[in-house]
């Protein structure tokens, strides 16, 4: 499943509608451009990826375990 995130003020936003008790398994595709050639960098949190279980409605924030040198 992919869902799509919008840049925020601190990061990026995405929406997601599910039921109490689910629990959500995720990483996140970074896609970019670098010197003029395509890159696409996986965030799988260390190869664990992130597991968060959804108990009611509300906001989430996770942080990057991945930087990108300049």
Not at 11 to 25: E, I, N, Q, S
Not at 43 to 56: A, C, E, M, W
Request: charged share 20%; hydrophobic share 35%; net charge negative.
């Amino acid at each position: 499943m992919q869902s799509p995130m919008a840049q925020d003020r601190d990061g990026f936003l995405g929406t997601m509608r599910v039921p109490p008790g689910t629990t959500l398994d995720y990483g996140f595709l970074v896609a970019g451009e670098r010197n003029g050639k395509a890159i696409d960098v996986w965030d799988d949190n260390h190869r664990q990826f992130f597991h968060t279980l959804v108990s009611v409605d509300g906001v989430m924030t996770v942080k990057p375990t991945i930087k990108f040198q300049n």
